[in-house]
């Protein structure tokens, strides 16, 4: 089974940077979809980031510009840089992976996550 483990998390002021990790192991690391998503008390999930076995990347809204969601192949890593952090980042964020449902050269990802991280938590200070 793939397994998902995030890392990086922590307390940083605003205006700040933290760059979490997520080390994928149990499958190939290549033709996957994949995504951070972050979750606060009493809200849904939402999708932050999101990267394809193309390399194509999605972000929300409120974060493009600021950061940045990338694969370090190298050591079977999903990256996300975040930068000028504002404090409504303050949340858990979790690492999700998904088989790849296109061809080579052609990503389809489906939008749903089969396997997610334990989460790690991002704190933003005013």
């Known amino acids: 089974q793939v397994q998902l483990v995030e890392s990086g998390g922590g307390s940083v002021q605003s205006g700040g940077s933290l760059r979490l990790s997520c080390t994928v192991s149990g499958n190939r690391y290549s033709r996957l979809c994949m995504a951070w998503f972050h979750q606060v008390p009493g809200k849904e999930r939402e999708g932050v980031a999101s990267?394809?076995?193309?390399?194509?990347?999605s972000y929300a809204d409120s974060v493009k510009g600021r950061f940045a969601i990338f694969q370090d192949n190298a050591k079977s890593t999903l990256d996300l840089q975040m930068n000028s952090l504002k404090p409504e980042a303050t949340a858990m964020y979790y690492c999700a992976v998904d088989r790849d449902r296109g061809t080579y050269g052609r990503s389809y990802c489906r939008g749903a996550y089969d396997y997610w991280g334990q989460g790690t938590q991002v704190t933003v200070s005013s």
């Open positions: 990267i394809d076995s193309d390399g194509n990347t």
